[in-house]
């Protein structure tokens, strides 16, 4: 038995149809509300009820599980929640871990998502229990939260100058993910993945210009007009914190590595921005 966590989610949903494709049986999907439930059902699949935020949901659902992907929603509470997944898997004998890190995970970074991966990561693989971990990039799948002000404004604000980063699509992250947990020779690993080019914004929103056949550009602002903004939308403190550390990781260069690991380990084509930004055009458009 497989359990998928996070499994209504941008990359949950993927792997979700990505075991489906391969054909994998005995999946079952820890879900807060079995009612959004319906289309693991309709693939398959089992939906147990089950919460992070209640341990004692974790261990019921891990029954039988000889395999797990562990995918948590982006909070402060990361580490919290991977533990007590780590712990309650442990416990109920699951035997393989695919843990949804991210690129740069670093237990010592400053506080943000790139440490509290790195904390849970090495949670992980002090348990026990066999690991592979997955460190994607920036997701191309980030920038459908910001369709809406690209189609009203046509502009792409963002604190990071020129830099560039290989963003990467939510889907090509489920295909690796899919495969590590119905294949042998995982564990142990750790695979970066990115999407097949590093872009600036000025590439991205050219990209979209050309899928949606309007004029979109990329307006270079300051860290302080991403604070003021960001809050200004109602963003909690702990989050603009958390995201301006990952604006200065990609401000530095640090997001622009590529790698082969979807093509390898995914078995598939790392999806261009171009493809996505022909897939989503609609939502860029406003429509
Ligand atoms: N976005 C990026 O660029 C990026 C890059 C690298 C790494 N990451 C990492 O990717 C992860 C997020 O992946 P995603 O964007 O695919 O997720 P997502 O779309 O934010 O979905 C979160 C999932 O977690 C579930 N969830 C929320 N709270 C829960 C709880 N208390 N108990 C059980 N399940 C709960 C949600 O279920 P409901 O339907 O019930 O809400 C949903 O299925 C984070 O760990 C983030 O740090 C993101």
Known sequence: MILITGATGTTGREVVAELRRLGARDVRALVRDPARADFIREAGFEAVAGDFEKPETLGPALEGVERALLLTPPTPDTVTHQREFILAAAAAGVRHVVKLSAVGADADAPEGFGKWHGQSENLLKSSGLKWTILRPNFFMQNLLGQAGQIASTGSIF??????????????????????????????????????????????????LSEATGRSINYVPISPEQFRAGALGAGLPEWLVSALERLNEIFAAGHAAGVTDAVRRV???????????????AAAFKGE
């Open 158 to 207: 963002q604190p990071v100058g020129d830099a560039r980063a290989s963003f990467i699509d939510a889907r090509d992250i489920a295909a690796v993910a899919a495969r590590t947990l119905t294949e042998d020779g995982h564990e142990g690993q750790t695979y970066v993945l990115t999407g097949p080019e590093a872009l600036s914004y000025h590439e991205v929103a050219a990209k």
């Open 266 to 280: 995914g078995q598939t084509e790392p999806t261009p921005f171009d493809q996505f930004a022909r897939d989503h």
